[in-house]
Every structure is written in structure tokens, then in C-alpha cells.
């Protein structure tokens, strides 16, 4: 069955810099998403991106986040700037473009900010 | 605005317990959908269960089975015969119809089930 896969499994970085997290979504999936999930707590809603914008994001996705779809394959999600509180697991996920089919996550990137 | 409840933060049973996960929702939508996820110990989501708001038939599957009560806004989870590899986080979702095409889930805040021996 096809597979959301995600890279790198856990991303190390020293807070203030710049770390690219990695999705590849299912291949014929036309929506991708980004959620978050802090250690302990509930996941959420970061970004959503369809037909190469973003089509909706909650108010943690500020300026120090972006978006990008660089090939015909990966989604990626950079942070710029990283804070401690940027710690969390974070997961991609994709779906269907039609009817409300679930979404497939990946197994997730835990970030660590030191 | 759309609301997940899991009251349960943690719940402890011993192997071979049936066990139920309470989920309450808030929605203004006529149309919405319900999910289970699972999140075990190696932190990655596992997809469950989806149900849509028109559809309250219970649903078994082994040994999960899903309890969907419009009249209570509740779509609960049992698990029957409780088994180690249960122990996990488990996350309901709600997402709603009216959301264009995104179909955002706001997830609860989890129930987290140990299974002891």
C-alpha cells in the first residue's frame, strides 16, 4: 500500500537556524498537509496546500514558516529562525482530491532544538 | 467552530479488560466526519476508523468496535479483550463538511491506554 514518507525521522538542530523537514506524499494525491504535535499534546492543524498554494493555515504557521512543493514529488516544510518551543513532532500528510477520503500521514520528523 | 473532547487522559487496564475510549464533538455542521487514529510508542499516526455524519451504524472490526450517537454528539471506541500491543495514544478527529475541500481534522487532546500483563 502506498505510503506518506517522511525525512529525516528525527532532525537535530541548534535553535536559531534553519531546518528543512522532507514529505513525500502518495502519488496521486492532490492535497498535502502539515500538522504538529508538541510532546504530550494534541496534533495540529499547521498548513494545507492544494494545486501548488497554500489553501488554508492556522495561526501557529507565521512568517517563520513556509511551504513548498520544489518537483512534482516532495512537500516540503522549512522553519526558519528556530525556537525551543519549535521541539515537537511534526507530520505530513495527503489525500485524495475527491469526496472526504482520510488523510495519510507519515511517521513523522521529530525535530529537537537545542 | 468544530470541538473534539477526550475527557479520559489515561486510562489503565490489565490484559484481557474490554476498554472504552470516550469521544464528544462539537459541530454546527450538518455534515461532518468522525475519526480514530492510533498513536503507539513509536510515535507515528495509525488510521482506525472514519465515519461520516450520515451513517450511524456501529462498526466492529475484530476486536474494535465503534459506538457513533448522533443524539449525544459521541462516537466512542471499545476495544474488547485488551491485548499489550494496545498501548498507544488514541486520538478521535472531527472534520466538517463545510471546510471546502481541505477536510481539516481538529483532533482531541488523546486518551492514552496501558495495558499491563
Known amino acids: 500500500e502506498p505510503e506518506v514518507t517522511q525525512t529525516p525521522s528525527h532532525q537535530v538542530t541548534q535553535m536559531g537556524q534553519e531546518v528543512i523537514l522532507r514529505c513525500v506524499p502518495i502519488s496521486n494525491h492532490l492535497y498535502f498537509y502539515w500538522y504538529r504535535q508538541i510532546l504530550g499534546q494534541k496534533v495540529e492543524f499547521l498548513v494545507s496546500?492544494?494545486?501548488?498554494?497554500?489553501?488554508?493555515k492556522s495561526e501557529i504557521f507565521d512568517d517563520q514558516f513556509s511551504v513548498e512543493r520544489p518537483d512534482g514529488s516532495n512537500f516540503t516544510l522549512k522553519i526558519r529562525s528556530t525556537k525551543l518551543e519549535d521541539s515537537a513532532m511534526y507530520f505530513c500528510?495527503?489525500?485524495?482530491?475527491?469526496?472526504?477520503?482520510?488523510?495519510?500521514f507519515g511517521d513523522g520528523t521529530r525535530l529537537s532544538i537545542l | 467552530a468544530q470541538k473534539v473532547t477526550q475527557a479520559q487522559t489515561e486510562i489503565s487496564v490489565v490484559e484481557k479488560e474490554d476498554v472504552t475510549l470516550d469521544c464528544v464533538y462539537e459541530?454546527?455542521?450538518?455534515?461532518?466526519?468522525l475519526f480514530w487514529y492510533k498513536q503507539p510508542p513509536s510515535g507515528e499516526l495509525v488510521f482506525l476508523i472514519r465515519?461520516?455524519?450520515?451513517?450511524?451504524q456501529n462498526e466492529i472490526s475484530g476486536r474494535y468496535s465503534w459506538n457513533f450517537q448522533k443524539s449525544t454528539s459521541s462516537f466512542n471506541f471499545t476495544i474488547t479483550a485488551s491485548q499489550v500491543v494496545d498501548s498507544a495514544v488514541y486520538f478521535c478527529a472531527l472534520s466538517e463538511g463545510s471546510s471546502g475541500g481541505s477536510y481539516i481534522p481538529t483532533f482531541g487532546r488523546g486518551t492514552s491506554l496501558i495495558v499491563h500483563p
Open positions: 500528510a495527503s489525500r485524495p482530491g475527491y469526496s472526504n477520503q482520510p488523510q495519510h
Open positions: 496546500f492544494y494545486n501548488n498554494e497554500i489553501s488554508e
Open positions: 459541530t454546527r455542521d450538518t455534515t461532518y466526519y
Open positions: 465515519r461520516n455524519s450520515f451513517d450511524e
